[in-house]
């Protein structure tokens, strides 16, 4: 791999992939139930065009661009096209509702937005008259656009037809595009990312294009990627991750990037696709085993019972044989039956047979979780990053995986713990600043050039590995002194399979309480089993039987907390159910699906009172936004459960 | 309001009357249907309104009167004469060949449009490959347009119940209708599924230009979907026009509501 140098910025490299693998696909995209591919030169090709068509259209050096949509090449397309014609694109998480499109796209001063489809379309028509610097809305599917008023809008094909009718015009238009491609320059800002705003409202994190090559091109080599690898593009695009792992790294190694056919279809896509290369947040890996754990419960006695006796084989030999360690004979006999039996079928199934590489990260992933992973032969491995960083600070390299480590500093990475606790990074990815922010910039940058990252961590002294706490922000204590640091509980709770999402409570108070979401499909197959009859989420949730499964759960975690010298005394003491699902629409959780607990705190005030008065149950009214933006009302009265804490081991307590 | 253009209408129900023994389902019943409308049929239950469609797709024949359908007038038909002649349905309870993937329940309702013999099919060579690619493509441009993508190799009892309404509407316009027929497609729906369905059925008027002629309960989906309504009850038609016409008609109101005697 010849990167760096002289190949600074996207569209260069998109030139050479073009004459170095010219026949290889790059992209990939179901439609009409066929896998649909196009090879480099082919994108080349279109990109070309598009970006002679939005040149036509206005689009100059240093103007930004929105892109709203899910992972169609289309969106990808107007990237490189943008990139082309070095105008800036800003991804936009496709599920924000019009109010925070208004916002990103307004503080961009975006000129033109590339939208999906009619959902995204007429959320930006809602919004227009805040954007005064709006010229040209482009489109990719025209469904249902028909009747519209198309002073504004225009079809992405529509602009890659004019760019090429202008480019057959004109024979020396095409070399003129080369040459701007040539003439861009590293320091040109590639990308800016808005930040998914976990604390407070989003940032744009402006990324310059030969730091973003940079630090994919240390990691495709750390990783030993090709052009012969697969990914899978499933994530928000405007997401750090997807524009990293997919975008960013399938340029600089020109492997193939598939977009999937749909939302609903990334299961079944994955598995015909079967990717080499797969990167996916914990929640999805524990999706995956959810649903394979309810469909074990459901298969026949005899293959549960195999199922069951391998996977402990697996838990006993598999990570040792992944990590190459020694293992007795007898060992690798049993695990090799195994694979045969369930292992590769297993992972057959979930789409992951040909996965060399695969990254967890944006939240601690359950130790249990990723060790079944592991076991069963995955090469799963953890990263620790960040939008700031253009995504890599550590990463665990193969054979030294710890479930409870993010792994040593990447490539190039530097890393230091200040005296407060926080982590601090130096990096060859790390962003230029905040986009007409220069005070929230100023503040994130020390002065020797760092990057705060706001994480609380520490490096083990026994591996020389990173771990990460918490947000340093939210680790505090309660009343008597105790250290409390609510992620790290609501990460144990959650690696409960009945539980989905918790919310802990407790700086500065006497106790520990902690809001509770059941997961909808695990909790409704126990229903189902157990004949018990429900009619909505509101109705499970406030089960009497489901409160005793979910107690019988945190009575677990307390236990295993007092075993914990440090953790001990921040058990849970209360609880409650929710009787709604968190949701990134109402603003209980970010687009990345993390809570924000603050605001948590402040929308369900009267039940957090009533957890610290001891009142046993407590009316919530809550104001839901629906999909298409309307508002609606829920009200309920919770009950809140006390449970008993578990005493710390005599001997622990004697060493205390 | 429309010019009353005869050419515009393509289908007219004049006159028609139908009797169960003793029970009088519909009695001279009259209306027309336009070509590209949204066309409601209304009534209070056991007004005559499955009756109704069942009469103009030719699975009743009515003792009466005549129906007449793209200037076609005639008063004996059969359902799959119907078909082919490009009226297709939707039923009240699902009608779905259960055991069946989505993608076959969807590629059933080409049955008509196919024209190679069955040893081509058994085959599947030549002739028959291409025209069953073909198929293959339109069925899928429907999967495509009803969002069912996730669900294309699921069998439709495994399906929830909003989803196999979308399936069965899906098999409907895989004949590719002139008038499509619908009767309750949102019963039983929660308002997600409604909206959705809603959704649907514009699209599937304003980018086809199909013309459809459906049945509801939900008042507030047909104010919002129809640009014409049709009221029935006791087999009689009652009030017909705009949806804003049809719920200021006072027989309309005490009919739904009752009238004291």
Redesign the interface.
Known sequence: MDVGGSLDTFPKLLLRNAAQFGNHAALRHK????WQSWSWAQVLDIVRAYAVGLQRLGLKQNDTIAIVGSNRPKMYLTVMAAQTVRAIPVPVYSDAVADELSYVLGHADVQFVAAQDQEQVDKLLSVVEHLPHLKTILYDED??L??YDHNLLTKIDDVIADGRAALAADNSLAAKITAMIERGEGSDTSVILYTSGTTGSSKGVVLSAKRCIDAATDTVRFDKLTENDVALAYLPLAWVGDHYMNYAQGLVAGFCMACP??R??VQ?DLREIGPSFYFAPPRVFETMLTRLMIRMEDAAAIKRSMFHYFLKVARKYGEAILAGKPVPTSGRILYGIGSTLVYEPLKNVLGLSRVRVAYTAGEAIGPDLFAFYRAIGLNLKQLYGQTEAFLYVTCQPDGEIFADTVGPPAPNVVVRIAESGEVQFKSPGMFVQYYKDPAKTAETMTLDGYVKTGDAGFFDEKTGHLKIIDRARDVGRLKDGTLFAPKYLENRLKFYPNIKEAVTFGDGRDCVCAMINIDLMAVSNWAERNNIAYGSYQELAANPLVYEMVEKNITEMNASLAEEKVMAGAQVRRFVILHKELEADDGELTRTQKVRRGFVADRYAALLAAFYNDAKEADVCTEVT???GRKGRMTARLKIYDLPTTQMPADLEKAA | MRSPDVDDVLLRVEDVSLAFGGVKALTDVSFDIRKGEIRAIIGPNGAGKTSMLNVVNGFYHPHQGSITFKGKTRTWMQPYEASRGGIARTFQNVALFKGMSALDNITAGRTLKMRCGMFWQALRFGPAQREEIEHRRRVEEIIEFLEIEAIRKVPVARLPYGLQKRVELGRALAMEPELLLLDEPMAGMNLEEKEDMSRFIIDVNDQYGTTIALIEHDMAVVMDLSDRVVVLDHGIKIADGSPDEVKRSQMVIDAYLGVAH
């Open positions: 439609h009409l139930g066929i469904r249902g028909r009747d056919e749909g609903e279809t079944q629906f999909e298409d």
